[in-house]
Antibody, heavy 117, light 108 residues
Framework: EVQLVESGGGLVQPGGSLRLSCAAS????????MNWVRQAPGKGLEWVSY????????YYADSVKGRFTISRDNAKNSLYLQLNSLRAEDTAIYYC??????????WGQGTLVTVSS | SYELTQPPSVSVSPGQTARITCSGD??????AYWYQQKPGQAPMVVIY???ERPSGIPERFSGSSSGRTVTLTISGVQAEDEADYYC???????????FGGGTKLTVL
């Protein structure tokens, strides 16, 4: 089955860290660019970060630059997002999304990150 | 930072046509995509590259582009189309991806 499965979310205190993972299956992961997209409770979608298929090209939204790090391991069919210096405003469902010619055509179910003391 | 502007809400009766607009300075240069999101679900692409429809998306969904504005049109709206719709594109450099604020489509 073609799918993406996120994990690693949870409750963390302000200033803390988390590492999110996205496991890909059913397709050749190394052929695809990937993104992380988040959605705060009751709010809209916010693009967070992009990584090329080889991992060479990386972009971040200004809101997370310097605090979050995207990476991938094509041998393990996995995408990662390291979240550091977390703030209350980082509370959201974090989705990984596959990029194709027809847009972000495959999404995971999301993993919830809650930043609170 | 680059922004895409959508109306917060659109309401139509079943069978009518719904039009949702999205405006941004880089839209004449960058492709636009439209995503549908229903409560508790991940988003799903319904239009790509301004006006292309993925396989499996009903023909009543269409997209168009004119200058700084792209439009998602849903003809003959059905109750199942009630959802949040987001446009997505990139800034003029292609570096920063961005989503519009989202439009809640209500089927009366």
């Amino acid at each position: 089955e073609v799918q993406l499965v996120e994990s690693g979310g949870g409750l963390v205190q302000p200033g803390g860290s988390l590492r999110l993972s996205c496991a890909a299956s059913g397709f050749t992961f190394s052929n695809y660019e990937m993104n992380w997209v988040r959605q705060a409770p009751g709010k809209g979608l916010e693009w967070v970060s992009y990584i090329s298929s080889t991992g060479i090209t990386i972009y971040y939204a200004d809101s997370v630059k310097g605090r979050f790090t995207i990476s991938r391991d094509n041998a393990k069919n996995s995408l990662y997002l390291q979240l550091n210096s977390l703030r209350a405003e980082d509370t959201a469902i974090y989705y990984c999304a596959r990029v194709s010619v027809d847009g972000y055509n495959l999404w995971g179910q999301g993993t919830l990150v809650t930043v609170s003391s | 930072s680059y922004e895409l502007t959508q109306p917060p809400s659109v309401s139509v009766s079943p069978g009518q046509t719904a039009r949702i607009t999205c405006s941004g300075d880089a839209l004449p240069k960058q492709n636009a995509y439209w995503y549908q999101q229903k409560p508790g679900q991940a988003p799903m692409v319904v239009i790509y590259k301004d006006n292309e429809r993925p396989s499996g998306i009903p023909e009543r969904f269409s997209g168009s582009s004119s200058g700084r504005t792209v439009t998602l049109t849903i003809s003959g709206v059905q109750a199942e189309d009630e959802a949040d719709y987001y446009c997505q594109s990139a800034d003029s450099s292609g570096t920063y991806r961005v989503f519009g604020g989202g439009t809640k489509l209500t089927v009366l």
